[in-house]
């Protein structure tokens, strides 16, 4: 996510989700074209520092094995670069 994103409405339902809001520390957006992920699916995501769970709530253009975090999940799970993580 980056700053033009802030306050757009999501994907899975901004009547369901609200509008984005990079300080929430939940936010997953995932690339729901393919059958592995679903709104509302909960998804633990680790780090060598940290693990947290964020649920998916909008769709992005990743590949199938990515997903992109809010800011403040990213924070959470230690601001690591790419490849660093797991689910």
């Known amino acids: 996510y980056g700053p033009g994103f802030e ?3 999501v994907a899975c339902g901004s009547d369901v989700y ?5 300080s929430d520390p939940t936010t997953i957006a995932a690339p729901l ?19 947290a769970t964020g649920i998916v709530k909008d ?4 590949s199938v094995h990515h997903i992109d975090l809010s800011q403040a999940l990213w924070i959470a ?6 490849g660093t993580a797991h689910w």
Not at 33 to 51: H, K, L, M, N, S
Request: contains cysteine; charged residues 15%; aromatic residues 16%.
């Open 7 to 9: 306050g757009q409405p």
């Open 18 to 22: 609200g509008l984005f809001d990079s």
């Open 33 to 51: 074209a393919f059958d592995e992920y679903y709104c509302g699916q909960r998804i633990t995501v680790c780090t060598p520092a940290a693990c």
């Open 59 to 62: 769709n992005c253009l990743c």
């Open 77 to 82: 799970l230690g601001g690591y670069d790419y």
